[in-house]
């Protein structure tokens, strides 16, 4: 079982992708909160951002607050959007009673969904 | 089973350890008749006291978050404790802020209640107590 985060940045058909494996929480989130400032600044025009939760398996509030943050900034700078795939049904529980899924934050059951929609 | 069982542990009030208290509700409620649904909704609450506990208790100064997991035929009810300053619950709740702490703090309090059976919050100047408590699905 991963306590820690880890973190790895790649593209896909030019969007960048953020590959998170391990748990979310007080203690790990600040490695995710600088692995988003590093795509903004890396890709300041990107309008589409993907983190990939595929291998997450405990994600809670101080998370989805950076996620929530993160996207309210996407969506400041260039009209861009968060996309997050890959979660389990019980991350994508979280995120729905947390209310947070707006406008500027989406959720796609794989990475191919995700560029199939997103390059349409 | 027929009498409570009570199982403590204290952490120092460190984001370090808010994982081991997660892992210690789950290995607890594991050995009660909880769904794997539950057991994740029940190591999310009990992170969310703790990270409040750790966030906001004892400012830069450090201190210990108690717990006590009380262990009950139908239900686990779980006891969380500081000794820090306290803080206003109703009004540092938020979910609009742009900081990413005031959103966890909203975002944690809303999971506590929409994820546990019970939840009861106890704050003051000498402290703040959360009681969680989550039945067994009959």
Known sequence: MVLDLNVSIRENSNIPVIDLEGEIDVYTYPKLSDALQYVFETYPTAKDLIVNLDKIRYIDSTGLGVIANSANQIKKMNEGYINIINATPQIKKIFDVSGLISANFKIFDSEEDAITSLGN | MTDSVTIK??????SDYVGVARLTASGIANRMKFTHEDIEDIKIAVS???TNAVQYAYGDSLGEIEMAFGIYDD??????SDSGKGFDIESDVTTQEDDPEKIGLGLGIVFMRSLMDQVDYNTSETGTTVTLV?????
């Open chain 2, 9 to 14: 542990l204290t952490i120092p009030s460190l």
């Open chain 2, 48 to 50: 969310e006291a703790c």
């Open chain 2, 75 to 80: 239900k686990l009810e779980i006891v969380i």
């Open chain 2, 134 to 138: 989550k039945k067994v699905s009959s």
